[in-house]
């Protein structure tokens, strides 16, 4: 049996994949909201990054989710890239961390910037490459030039945000190979589980799930194994979870 068939039959015994749908962080208003939340959800819990991502919108009156979720919103609905990278470079970093998304977080412990910073960086690269709206991203595939642009970033290196930036703007065919999703993989095939070959299995099993699952894409089922892991873990924090089965809260 193969890795991907493994992965697929162990997905289906231990995750709830009938009726499986993405939640309102896959659907925000505008590109900028996936920039924030792709930058600062690398390395930390996820309900800091949704109190970024909401900070930000309040702020600036930024609209946070489309109200249609089948359709991308009209761009004049949207907040274009060139609006964030321009806060950022008329606040400065600092500023942004502090008075805006009251976080000082940075992207790497040791040679890592503020992700106020990063987030700048990533915005304006991505617009260097003609990507304003999300629009601009019919074909969210990254070229070499912009991923290479992207991952030299400090504490970009791994491409892991840029493949969330794409899944948060639309792409179904991507996963987010972090932390959780190894962890997964390494569960199911009872052997460690390189970021390499992450996106080979899951795309795999996706595509044998969906002859009972039609709607289960790649992204889909990143989404559900990352749900299914925060639950152990919160069970976990909260006594609930066997003792074999603690782990630290999930981490995107």
Not at 18 to 47: H, K, M, N
Not at 83 to 105: H, Y
Not at 108 to 121: D, N
Not at 147 to 171: C, D, H, K, N, V
Request: with cysteine.
């Amino acid at each position: 049996m193969s890795d991907a068939a493994h992965v697929a039959a162990y997905a289906e015994s231990h995750l709830p994949l009938a009726g499986a749908a993405l939640t309102d962080e896959y659907y925000y208003s505008s590109p900028t909201l996936c920039i924030i939340d792709a930058v600062y959800s690398i390395g930390v819990r996820y309900e800091g990054v949704q109190a970024v991502v909401r900070r930000y919108c309040e702020r600036f009156k930024v609209v946070r989710l489309r109200h249609m979720r089948g359709a991308l919103p009209p761009k004049e609905l949207q907040e274009p890239l060139s609006s964030l990278c321009t806060r950022i470079e008329e606040l400065g970093p600092d500023r942004m961390s502090v008075e805006v998304f009251a976080n000082r977080q940075r992207t790497s412990t040791r040679s890592g910037i503020l992700k106020a910073e990063a987030v700048g960086h990533f915005a304006n690269a991505l617009r260097s490459h003609g990507i304003e709206y999300f629009q601009d991203v019919a074909t969210p595939l990254p070229n070499a030039a912009l991923e290479q642009a992207i991952t030299q970033i400090p504490g970009q290196a791994s491409g892991i945000a840029l493949r969330y930036f794409w899944m948060l703007a639309g792409s179904d065919d991507l996963i987010k190979p972090d932390r959780m999703i190894l962890r997964f993989l390494q569960h199911a095939l009872g052997r460690d589980v390189q970021v390499s070959e992450a996106q080979r299995i899951l795309s795999g099993a996706a595509a044998i799930l969906r002859e009972r699952y039609p709607a289960l894409s790649p992204r889909l089922l990143d989404y559900k194994i990352w749900e299914s892991q925060r639950r152990v873990a919160q069970q976990s924090v909260r006594g609930d979870a066997p003792a074999s089965r603690v782990r630290p809260q999930p981490k995107r």
